[in-house]
Structures are given as structure tokens and as C-alpha cells.
């Protein structure tokens, strides 16, 4: 690649950045050559239960220098390197020196240095796979494929993807940390595909629609994983795994109607996996929990699970119960600053009087997209005089946000807070798309966590709000 450092009509800019671990202790050092000198920012997560990450902002000087040390406390790290709305996956190891080079105009990135090796197959993995409308499964194909056709593309997805590593490996050596890394998270990518893809095919409405063959993959790979704790790809697995099993087990009731969820997948998970999995994927569901009821764990083993300290996720859970603390029954609803698609601004302010039913979501997220036939619907049953629905999309990307509201559409007040851990979702506490919360006229937390669109009886709670003064 060939860099052009200065140019009247276009900014371009290399980023050298030198990491060096320490004890738990990071260094970044960088240089940005570009015109107008701005801010770069490195983010990864601790745990997986607040879901909030560490994000260092890196300030550059006048010249584009910056120097930032970061408390990075295990021997291997995922995080990401963020320059404006873009983001790059770094995989880093105690002991790396590693050197970014990043050419804004084409958005090209390459690595020099310990670590560059993982790091420059890491981003070409995901410009081949991760970026490839060849290789993303959802949404369209999900939709629009049968059971077999879907499989195929899965297999042969993951058959490319292995070829693709081994190939690799043959000319450039990996360390055997990221190789696990990248085996793992092929396989529960493509698990994970296959157990939500039911989900959204419109022409699929029970489990027992697919065949033993069509899950074969889950036969192939560790189910309970202890070495897969730390990987983003195995944690979403695990979720869609359980959801899995409990629809295969009731394949009677609807999404919008599970009785016993929580309980049903607490007991399996005891029963059949060991520690330290089955504590991971407990801590996992009580965050969930935590997170549905508002903070409020009713069930006493949820509460006794949170009261032990030799449970590695303690701290997080404890954490987690005092964030939603802050958004409990009859507290003011933090307020807020976000632009419209005109680019007009509102804040919670502007609501005064009205029942507000507040929305996070995201056009990336399937879960989000199967609420809005439902959101319409609700819409439809109240006056904009006295009801107001928000919906606040965490994209990053403002025109795949407009798309998506032109392409499903969408109805509502639609506001951008550009990203999942901008200011108003951090705010929120939201950790998942999507997330509701019922303001009162008076601007005050009703139910954090509320009902989804779909489910039955939010219809109902927004009628009696209507009705108070």
C-alpha cells in the first residue's frame, strides 16, 4: 500500500501505535499524520455481564502524537481500535509491540511489529467474511432461504473460512492463543447462524419443521466450552443455544409467551454442565434477569447465586445490581440531546405531559427488527396529543439507520445516539438491543425494562398511564 501523507483535497493519516504490556498495564503510543489531527479511541471488554466496555480515548497533540497507558489485566485481550465511525478488531498478548497503519481514504489497515502477524489476519478475516455480503447470512438469506439451502451456505461458509486460516498459517506463523481464538469463533458464528435462523425465516414456525441433519453441527463441536469463556462468538452461542433448547422442549408457546424460561434453563444448565461453564452461563441469565425485571431477582436461588464471592463474575453482578439502582420505579428518566433524520434536536423536555414509551434499537439486530410490525400496530391505538414513541437506534452508521426505517417501515420518532456505548445508552444501562422503558407524564421511570411490543399487556400498561394525572 502507498500512503500519501499530505494532500489539499484529501486527509490521509498513518497511525503508528506501540503496545507494550506491562503488569496489567498498557502502553499506546501513536503518531497521526493528517491535516486536522483527531482523536483515536481503544476499547475491550472486562467481562460479560455489564456488557460496558473500557474505552480509552487516545488525545493527540497539535502534531497528532498521543501517549495513553491502559490497565489491561489478562494475557490476551480482543478489543477494537476506533478512528471516527470506523472500528478494527485487535487481538493483543502480553509483551506485543504493534504498530497500526490506517489510510482514511481507503479505510486500509495493516500491522507491523510483535502482534502483526494475528492482527493483519485477524482484519483480513474480517474484510473477507465478516464485511462480505458473500458470507453474511443475515438478514436476507435467513429469510429467504429453505432449511437445506441455508445449511449448505453454512457449511460451505465455514469450510472457506477454515481454508482461508490454513492457508494462512502456511506462509505466516500465528500464536497458538489466537489460533484457538479464530477456530472458536468460526465454529459458534456458524452454530450460532443456524440456531436463529428459525427465528427469522418467515415460512418456519416450529422447531420440529427441521430435521436432526440441520443441527448436525452442534454434534461436532464442545457445547460447554471452559476455553472459550473470553470469546464474543461463544458467549452469543451460548444464549442461542439455550433459547434453542427451550423452544425445542415448548415448542408450544410463542416468543412473546415463555413461561418458566429462566427457571427451565437454570435447571438444565446445572444439570448438565460443570463449573466453570455452568457458572459462567448462570452469571450470564442473572444479568439477563437483572436486566428484565429492572434489578429485582425474586427467585431466592438467583439471589443466593449473587451473594458468591468465589463466583469469578461477582464483582460484575454486583456492579450490574447497582446500575439499575439508578433507573428504579418513580426516579426521574435520564434526559437526553439526540438528533431526528432532519437533524433536528429533542430531549426528554419536549415530552412534558405525554406517556412516553422509549425504544433502543439497532438496525443490525434481528430482535429489534421482529418488533416492528407489532411497534406499528401499538403506534396506531394512541393520539401523538398524549403518547409519544421514541425510538433511539444505537448505529453507528447513520445511513444504515435511515435504510432501515425506509426499507421495514418503521414508524415513530426516530433519534441516533450513534453507537452502543454513547452517552444515552450508558445512561439506559443498555446492554442489548432492544430495550424499553415506560416514562410517566411527569418524566419519571414507570418500568425499566419494559414489555416489548409483542408481548401482551403493554397495551395495557400504557392505558393506564394515560389515565393518571
Known amino acids: 500500500m502507498i500512503f500519501k501523507y499530505f494532500s489539499v483535497s484529501l486527509i490521509y493519516f498513518i497511525a503508528f501505535i506501540a503496545i507494550a504490556m506491562g503488569q496489567g498495564n498498557t502502553v499506546l503510543q501513536g503518531q497521526l499524520l493528517t491535516l486536522e489531527p483527531t482523536n483515536a479511541y481503544f476499547r475491550f471488554y472486562e467481562d460479560p455481564i455489564t456488557l460496558f466496555p473500557l474505552e480509552y480515548k487516545l488525545p493527540s497533540d497539535a502534531n497528532g502524537a498521543f501517549n495513553s497507558t491502559l490497565e489491561i489485566q489478562k494475557n490476551t485481550a480482543l478489543g477494537e481500535w476506533i478512528y471516527q465511525s470506523e472500528s478494527y478488531p485487535i487481538f493483543i498478548h502480553k509483551g506485543d509491540s504493534l504498530f497500526i497503519h490506517f489510510d482514511e481514504q481507503s479505510d486500509e489497515i495493516y500491522f507491523s511489529g510483535i502482534g502483526a502477524n494475528e492482527n493483519n489476519c485477524l482484519n483480513e478475516f474480517k474484510k473477507r467474511f465478516w464485511e462480505n455480503p458473500k458470507y453474511i447470512g443475515y438478514p436476507d438469506k435467513m429469510q429467504k432461504y429453505k432449511p437445506k439451502e441455508f445449511r449448505s451456505f453454512i457449511d460451505k461458509r465455514q469450510k472457506e473460512q477454515f481454508k482461508f486460516f490454513e492457508q494462512y498459517q502456511k506462509t505466516t506463523p500465528l500464536s497458538n492463543a489466537f489460533m484457538r481464538f479464530i477456530s472458536q469463533s468460526i465454529y459458534y458464528q456458524n452454530a450460532g447462524d443456524l440456531l436463529v435462523y428459525p427465528l427469522l425465516n418467515p415460512n418456519i414456525y416450529a422447531e420440529d419443521f427441521l430435521d436432526e441433519d440441520y443441527y448436525v453441527l452442534l454434534s461436532e463441536i464442545p457445547l460447554s466450552d471452559s476455553m472459550a469463556l473470553d470469546n464474543p462468538f461463544y458467549v452469543d452461542f451460548v444464549r442461542k443455544y439455550w ?188 446492554t442489548q438491543t432492544p430495550t424499553y422503558f415506560l416514562i410517566d407524564k411527569n418524566g419519571n421511570i414507570v418500568k425499566s425494562f419494559a414489555k416489548r411490543p409483542s408481548q401482551v399487556g403493554i397495551k395495557e400498561d400504557i392505558e393506564r398511564l394515560l389515565l393518571t394525572r
Do not use: C
Open 243 to 430: 433459547d434453542y433448547r427451550y423452544r425445542k422442549s415448548f415448542p408450544q408457546f410463542s416468543s412473546s409467551m415463555r413461561p418458566n424460561y429462566y427457571d427451565s434453563i437454570w435447571n438444565w444448565v446445572g444439570r448438565e454442565w460443570h463449573a466453570p461453564v455452568a457458572e459462567f452461563v448462570r452469571s450470564l441469565y442473572i444479568a439477563e434477569i437483572l436486566r428484565q425485571t429492572g434489578g429485582n431477582l425474586k427467585n431466592t436461588d438467583y439471589q443466593n447465586f449473587t451473594t458468591i464471592k468465589s463466583n469469578p463474575l461477582y464483582e460484575p453482578l454486583q456492579n450490574l445490581k447497582a446500575q439499575y439502582k439508578k433507573l428504579e420505579q418513580g426516579k426521574g428518566a435520564p434526559s437526553f440531546n439526540l438528533i431526528d433524520t432532519s437533524g433536528q434536536t429533542y430531549s426528554l423536555k419536549n415530552f412534558e405531559g405525554k406517556v412516553v414509551y422509549l425504544e433502543f434499537w439497532a438496525s443490525h439486530s434481528p430482535a429489534s427488527l421482529q418488533e416492528v410490525d407489532f411497534a406499528n400496530r401499538l403506534q396506531e391505538d394512541f393520539s401523538k396529543d398524549e403518547f409519544a414513541y421514541i425510538k433511539i437506534s444505537l448505529d453507528e452508521s447513520l445511513i444504515d439507520w435511515e435504510r432501515a426505517i425506509k426499507k421495514y417501515k418503521i414508524q415513530g420518532l426516530h433519534l441516533n445516539d450513534s453507537g452502543a456505548f454513547s452517552p444515552t445508552a450508558r445512561l439506559y444501562a443498555v
